[in-house]
């Protein structure tokens, strides 16, 4: 199931990386055209357009925090016409920028080191329906409804390997848009579209994830012109060019803990955050979400010591910022 598509730019851009193994699987060729035609619908229907135009995304949004707390947050962003991107964000006591003009981007020092809730945020808006990919197998489409709206809802499994997460996506029957999406334990939810430039978008969005959630309101809007004196990159933000060729680093020793109990034990997954130097070590491990005060320290301990074929960008080694899973099995 893909949610989101990987923007890679320069210098230290932050980035997931996930390999997936599929093998075919028996399916109803016919049912599975039905789930993605609709889902291609729902691309169709919640698209701009015309234009390009110059967009202005607000978003108001509710987050847990690292402590568990709910925290305010608010996230901006300005698309151009002529692609210049504009991001401004704001959670708890975190605040970051950046700038992309042309060939260069500027961004203030955290901004690459988001919490949990700001990567979220940035990769819930701008809105995109979901997709079906190769490790999804299709079993039933069915009416329903969804928060009171007339639905149909496709009923799927994702399967990885020898994991399997039970699936859902249910779009309006009237006017095609997503309405829900779940897979295992994540669940974004979509309500109160509204039109702009002819597409039709989510005032309203919720994500669940275990025990963080998000609830955030957004209003998106067309602007006459470029505001020109927000796309000026200040001197003492750091600043870089995007690549024209580039190379994720590449694990060359990334060891995990050593599973305790059975075989099939259950899993506890710790979502790390940590820069790649351009030699290949880890520096500023830490964990996105936090699990177990335990766990937590060990991964960080854990990762700190992995070490990579440094990334490249044009061909020269440099940092780059990744996210990264620890598994503790039996723990």
């Given at each position: 199931?893909?949610?989101?598509?990987?923007?890679?730019?320069?210098?230290?851009?932050?980035v997931?990386?996930?390999?997936?193994?599929?093998?075919?699987?028996?399916?109803d060729?016919?049912?599975?055209?039905?789930?993605?035609?609709?889902?291609?619908?729902?691309?169709?229907?919640?698209?701009?357009?015309?234009?390009?135009?110059?967009?202005r995304?607000?978003?108001?949004?509710?987050?847990?925090?690292?402590?568990?707390?709910l925290?305010?947050?608010?996230?901006?962003?300005?698309?151009?016409?002529?692609?210049?991107?504009?991001?401004?964000?704001?959670?708890?006591?975190?605040?970051?920028?950046?700038?992309?003009?042309?060939?260069?981007?500027?961004?203030?020092?955290?901004?690459?080191?988001p919490?949990?809730?700001?990567?979220?945020?940035?990769?819930?808006?701008p809105?995109?329906?979901?997709?079906?990919?190769?490790?999804?197998?299709?079993?039933?489409?069915?009416?329903?409804?969804?928060?009171?709206?007339?639905?149909?809802?496709?009923?799927?499994?994702?399967?990885?390997?020898?994991?399997?997460?039970?699936?859902?996506?249910?779009?309006?029957?009237?006017?095609?848009?997503?309405?829900?999406?779940?897979?295992?334990?994540?669940?974004?939810?979509?309500?109160?579209?509204?039109?702009?430039?002819?597409?039709?978008?989510?005032?309203?969005?919720?994500?669940?994830?275990?025990?963080?959630?998000?609830?955030?309101?957004?209003?998106?809007?067309?602007?006459?012109?470029?505001?020109?004196?927000?796309?000026?990159?200040?001197?003492?933000?750091?600043?870089?060019?995007?690549?024209?060729?580039?190379?994720?680093p590449?694990?060359?020793?990334?060891?995990?803990?050593?599973?305790?109990?059975?075989?099939?034990?259950?899993?506890?997954?710790?979502?790390?955050?940590?820069?790649?130097?351009?030699?290949?070590?880890?520096?500023?491990?830490?964990?996105?979400?936090?699990?177990?005060?335990?766990?937590?320290a060990?991964?960080?301990?854990?990762?700190?010591?992995?070490?990579?074929?440094?990334?490249?960008?044009n061909?020269?080694?440099?940092?780059?910022?990744?996210?990264?899973?620890?598994?503790?099995?039996?723990?």
């Amino acid at each position: 199931m893909r949610t989101a598509m990987t923007r890679a730019l320069l210098s230290t851009a932050a980035v997931a990386v996930m390999a997936v193994n599929c093998t075919a699987r028996a399916e109803d060729v016919q049912l599975r055209s039905q789930a993605v035609a609709l889902l291609n619908h729902a691309h169709v229907v919640s698209q701009l357009q015309g234009g390009p135009y110059n967009i202005r995304t607000e978003a108001t949004f509710t987050a847990t925090a690292a402590d568990g707390n709910l925290q305010n947050g608010t996230y901006t962003r300005i698309r151009a016409i002529d692609g210049g991107l504009r991001q401004d964000l704001t959670f708890s006591g975190y605040s970051a920028s950046s700038i992309s003009v042309g060939v260069q981007r500027g961004w203030t020092k955290s901004w690459d080191d988001p919490p949990f809730a700001a990567l979220r945020i940035r990769q819930l808006v701008p809105y995109a329906p979901a997709s079906f990919d190769s490790s999804d197998v299709i079993h039933e489409i069915r009416t329903s409804s969804y928060n009171g709206r007339p639905a149909l809802c496709v009923e799927f499994d994702t399967i990885v390997g020898e994991n399997r997460l039970p699936g859902e996506i249910c779009v309006d029957k009237a006017n095609g848009t997503m309405l829900e999406l779940r897979s295992g334990d994540k669940l974004w939810e979509y309500s109160d579209f509204y039109l702009v430039q002819g597409g039709l978008f989510p005032a309203h969005i919720v994500y669940r994830e275990g025990s963080f959630s998000l609830n955030a309101d957004l209003k998106m809007t067309r602007l006459d012109e470029k505001p020109e004196d927000e796309f000026a990159i200040p001197g003492d933000w750091a600043q870089g060019s995007p690549c024209k060729q580039w190379q994720m680093p590449i694990a060359k020793s990334t060891p995990q803990p050593r599973g305790e109990g059975a075989p099939d034990a259950p899993v506890t997954n710790v979502l790390v955050h940590l820069h790649v130097t351009a030699e290949g070590t880890v520096t500023n491990a830490q964990v996105m979400k936090p699990v177990r005060s335990d766990l937590d320290a060990e991964a960080v301990k854990l990762v700190s010591a992995w070490l990579f074929q440094p990334g490249t960008c044009n061909g020269n080694p440099q940092e780059y910022v990744i996210n990264s899973v620890v598994h503790f099995q039996g723990r």
